[in-house]
Nanobody, 115 residues
């Protein structure tokens, strides 16, 4: 059974940093592209960052470029999102997922940035 478990969210002041982690139980994890998405209250889920299966190709949404860094550890089956210079508009539930995404989503981790 596929499991993606996100952690590391919390409450942080504007300008602060957080590191999100995602533990994946995907059997062939190293063969999948992965991504981080987020969903703010009342808004659609949006793509934040993607990373290729080997980690060599990375893309970011314009809104987070230069502030967020996605990475992965295939040996540990982990995906990370290092977030810096956080803004109130980054407040959302953050999800990791395969990319392109499937129907499966984890429970997400809440990130709240106070002004």
């Amino acid at each position: 059974q596929v499991q993606l478990v996100e952690s590391g969210g919390g409450l942080v002041q504007s300008g602060g940093s957080l590191r999100l982690s995602c533990a994946a139980s995907l059997r062939l994890f190293s063969g999948y592209h992965m991504a981080w998405f987020r969903q703010a209250p009342g808004k659609q889920r949006e793509l934040v960052a993607t990373i290729s299966s080997g980690g060599g190709f990375i893309n970011y949404a314009d809104s987070v470029k230069g502030r967020f860094t996605i990475s992965r550890d295939n040996a540990k089956k982990m995906v990370y999102l290092q977030m810096a210079s956080l803004k109130p508009e980054d407040t959302a539930v953050y999800y990791c997922a395969r990319y392109p995404p499937t129907d499966y989503w984890g429970q997400g981790t809440q990130v709240t940035v106070s002004s």
